[in-house]
C-alpha cells in the first residue's frame, strides 16, 4: 500500500441553501493531497467548514447542501463529489468515520458486538460466523478494551466515551478503509482518555496502513501525531505543508497567528474552553453569503497590505518548496 498514489482530493465547493437568503459558500475550491500512511491534519476555527469537508467526502452533507464542484482521487478511481452514489460506494469500505461523538456511530438498540459483526458482513462475507465472532473479540482486544468478549453482549451505554470511541475504532479496524476520516475524535474526552485515543488511531494506521484526515482544534494533536497540515479558513485551504515546515515557518499570516494562540496546547483543558482557542485573533469569520473579492482573512491580517485587497489569491506552491502551499500573496 506503500506504493498507492495519494489521496486526492480536489476543488471542493459546498454552498448551504436557506429560504429566502444567499447561499453560504461554506467550502471554496477545498483541495487536500493525503500521502498513502500518513497522517493529515485539517485545523481552524469553529464555522471554518471542516466537518463540512468530512461530511462532503462521506456523502453525508445535510439535505441543504449544495456540492457545486469536487473530485476524489481514489487508487485509481475518481470519483465525483456531487454523485452521491458514488460517494456511498466508498463509505464503509473505501473511507471509514471517527465522529466526536462516538454515539454517532451506533446504534443504542444493537450490542457491541451486533456492530462489528454487521462491519465483518459486509468487508468479509466470506467469514463464518464464529470466524466473525473470533475477528470481533481479537479487535476489541487490539484497541484495548477488557474482557472483549463480555462487551461483545454489552450495548453502547453501558461503555464509557473513551471505551464507545474504542469501539468505533475496532469498527474501522475491521473495515479495514483506505482512508479513515476523524472528526475531533477526543474533544468529548477527557485528557488521559484522549492521549489513549489517539494512540489507537495511529496504531490502526500502523495495521492496517491506511491514511487518516485528522480534524481538530488542537495544535498540539497535530504537532504531536500529523504529517501534513491543512490550515482552513472560512471555508478556504490558506496553507498546506508538511508540519514540521509550516510550524516553524508559516507561509501564511493566519497559521501564525492561531499558532501563536495556542500557546497552552498540552495544559488540561476547561470544561467550555477547547472552541474557543482560536477566537483570541481580533475580528470574526466573514460571512459565508457575503464573501469579499479580496484575501479572505486580510481584513484581520496584522500584515495586509493593498494589494491583499485587489483580487483574491489562488492556493499556489512556495517558489523554493513546492510540497507546500499558501494563498498569501507576500509569500511569493
Ligand atoms: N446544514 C447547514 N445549513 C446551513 N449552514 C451550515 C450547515 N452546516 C454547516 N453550516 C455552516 O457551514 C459553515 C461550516 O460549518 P462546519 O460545521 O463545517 O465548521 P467546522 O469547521 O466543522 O466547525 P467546528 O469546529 O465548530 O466543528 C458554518 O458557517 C456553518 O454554520
Ligand atoms: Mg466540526
Known amino acids: 500500500m506503500t506504493d498507492s498514489p495519494p489521496i486526492a482530493l480536489q476543488g471542493l465547493s459546498v454552498d448551504f441553501l436557506s429560504a429566502g437568503e444567499p447561499p453560504a459558500r461554506a467550502l471554496r475550491d477545498v483541495s487536500l493531497t493525503i500521502p498513502p500512511r500518513s497522517i493529515v491534519g485539517l485545523v481552524g ?72 459483526h454487521e462491519v465483518l458482513r459486509t468487508r468479509s462475507p466470506g467469514a463464518t460466523r464464529a470466524e466473525r465472532q473470533e475477528r470481533a473479540i481479537e479487535a476489541l482486544r487490539t484497541v484495548g478494551i477488557d474482557r472483549p468478549d463480555a ?42 482518555v484522549e492521549a489513549q485515543v489517539m494512540a489507537e488511531i495511529v496504531a490502526l ?3 492496517i496502513g491506511c491514511s487518516i484526515l485528522l480534524i481538530t482544534h488542537s495544535l498540539g494533536l ?13 471555508g478556504e485551504v490558506l496553507e498546506y505543508g508538511p508540519v514540521a515546515e509550516v510550524v516553524r515557518a508559516p507561509a501564511h499570516p493566519y497559521s501564525a497567528d492561531i499558532f501563536a494562540c495556542d500557546i497552552e496546547i498540552d495544559a488540561p483543558r476547561a470544561p467550555a474552553a477547547a472552541d474557543q482557542r ?15 473579492a479580496a484575501c479572505i482573512y486580510a481584513p484581520r491580517c496584522r500584515k495586509a497590505v493593498p494589494a491583499c485587497m485587489a483580487g483574491h489569491p489562488a ?18
Do not use: W
Open 45 to 116: 476555527e469553529s464555522g471554518s467548514g471542516k466537518s463540512t469537508v468530512a461530511m462532503a467526502m462521506m456523502g453525508l452533507l445535510a439535505p441543504n447542501a449544495r456540492v457545486g464542484a469536487g473530485r476524489i482521487d481514489v487508487g485509481a478511481r475518481r470519483i465525483d463529489c456531487t454523485d452521491g452514489a458514488a460517494l456511498a460506494g466508498l463509505r464503509g469500505r473505501d473511507f471509514a468515520m471517527v465522529f466526536q461523538d462516538p454515539s454517532a456511530s451506533l446504534n443504542p438498540t444493537f450490542t457491541i458486538g451486533a456492530h462489528l
Open 151 to 192: 462487551r461483545m453482549r454489552n450495548h453502547p451505554h453501558e461503555l464509557s466515551g473513551g471505551m464507545r470511541q474504542r469501539v468505533v475504532i475496532a469498527m474501522a479496524l475491521l473495515a479495514r478503509p483506505r482512508l479513515l476520516i476523524a472528526d475531533e475524535p477526543t474533544t468529548a474526552l477527557d485528557v488521559t
Open 205 to 207: 494506521r500502523d495495521q
Open 278 to 292: 482560536f477566537r483570541i485573533i481580533p475580528g470574526n469569520l466573514p460571512s459565508l453569503r457575503d464573501l469579499p
Open 315 to 332: 492556493l499556489l506552491p512556495l517558489t523554493d518548496e513546492p510540497e507546500r502551499e499558501t494563498r498569501c500573496i507576500l509569500a511569493r
Open 222 to 234: 497535530v504537532a504531536r501525531y500529523c504529517d501534513h497540515v491543512s490550515v482552513i479558513y472560512a
